[in-house]
């Protein structure tokens, strides 16, 4: 069983940056893709971005690329997202999410397809 605790959120003025964490317990954490997703009151959990088991390859939404940057530290157990050029529309919790390695990216955009999440981080984006 994983667990997975983010941090960082907050509030920020449109054009400002944050930088989320979160940290994974309970599980091998270089075997597992992590990823970002947001969500808003009333609407569906979204994909934010994602990153293999290794860190070698990532994926991202199109409304967060260029701006938006997945990483992770293997050796911490920890997965950042780092935000930069904040819009109000991106305003969400933001949740971590991990799922069991199995050589693809196919299908991860869906929340479904995650086994494990944190319990969200807010950013709140000020015009």
């Known amino acids: 069983q994983v667990q997975l605790v983010e941090s960082g959120g907050g509030l920020v003025q449109a054009g400002g940056s944050l930088r989320l964490s979160c940290a994974a317990s309970?599980?091998?954490?270089?075997?597992?893709?992590m990823g970002w997703f947001r969500q808003v009151p009333g609407k569906e959990r979204e994909f934010v971005a994602l990153?293999?088991?290794?860190?070698?390859?990532?994926y991202y939404a199109d409304s967060v690329k260029g701006r938006f940057t997945i990483s992770r530290d293997n050796a911490k157990n920890t997965v950042y997202l780092q935000m930069n050029s904040l819009r109000p529309d991106d305003t969400a919790v933001y949740y971590c999410?991990?799922?069991?390695?199995?050589?693809?990216?196919?299908?991860?955009?869906?929340?479904?397809?995650?086994?494990?999440w944190g319990q969200g981080t807010q950013v709140t984006v000020s015009s």
């Open positions: 309970g599980g091998t954490f270089s075997s597992y893709a």
């Open positions: 990153i293999t088991w290794n860190g070698v390859m990532a």
């Open positions: 999410a991990a799922d069991p390695w199995t050589g693809t990216v196919e299908g991860r955009t869906r929340p479904s397809r995650w086994d494990y």
